[in-house]
């Protein structure tokens, strides 16, 4: 279903998050003339335009959103295949704490953040803060009940379902892992982040 949102978005209900992803991907690599945001979700993509008709892209988007839903499963959520790999040293302030809650020592916890790849599921809470789904199910804790007033900008963290690097100093309540040297978030860049929905991330012990 699409839906208007406002007096130039629409907003595309997949009900799925691959199925967002290959929608995603299908605007960015050619974008409909006049769109000027794109903004996948977990079950939605909305996609907002510089035109006050809408009728056209609605119609654009029927067409892409069914292309997509008949399109296979690709090596990678977003068709490229690409894995981007993040060096990690793993001495979080809350990895001895993620260890007892889970039952796992420290070294079962890092093999089992590393031993799988995660994918983008999508970008929010901060410019470049990517929520990274995929995670091993003994790690799923919940964030923590005071959340920390400052958390160092490459800090890697998890929370509920989800891994994520920290792209810039900031508050947050996500339990600390480690840390990486990987830049993830430059506005000096183009495109600033280096996550984008549907890829394939790796982490590696360092």
Not at 10 to 27: F, I, M, N, Q, Y
Not at 90 to 103: F, K, N, Q, S
Not at 145 to 166: E, I, K, M, Q
């Amino acid at each position: 279903m699409i839906r208007r949102v406002g007096e130039r978005g629409l907003l595309v209900e997949t009900g799925e998050l691959a199925l967002s992803h290959r929608l995603d991907a299908r605007l960015r690599a050619e974008p409909p003339a006049g769109v000027v945001e794109i903004v996948p979700g977990p079950e939605t993509v909305l996609v907002v335009s510089e035109a006050a008709d809408l009728a056209p892209l609605r119609a654009h988007l029927a067409g892409l959103l069914a292309a997509a839903e008949a399109e296979p499963e690709a090596a990678g959520a977003d068709g490229s295949g690409e894995v981007l790999v993040i060096p990690v040293v793993y001495d979080g302030e809350d990895l001895p704490r993620v260890a007892a809650e889970t039952g796992l020592s420290t070294d079962e916890v890092i093999a089992r953040h590393t031993g799988s790849d995660l994918v983008v599921g999508w970008l929010g809470f901060a410019p470049g803060f990517a929520y990274l789904t995929g995670l091993d199910p003994r790690l799923h804790l919940p964030r923590l009940a005071t959340p920390r007033t400052g958390v160092p900008a490459g800090s890697v963290a998890v929370a509920g379902p989800y891994s994520a690097v920290y792209p810039t100093a900031s508050p947050g309540g996500w339990r600390l892992l480690g840390r990486t040297a990987t830049t993830v978030w430059d506005v000096r860049a183009d495109p600033p982040t280096r996550f984008r929905p549907g890829l394939r991330v790796r982490f590696e012990a360092a």
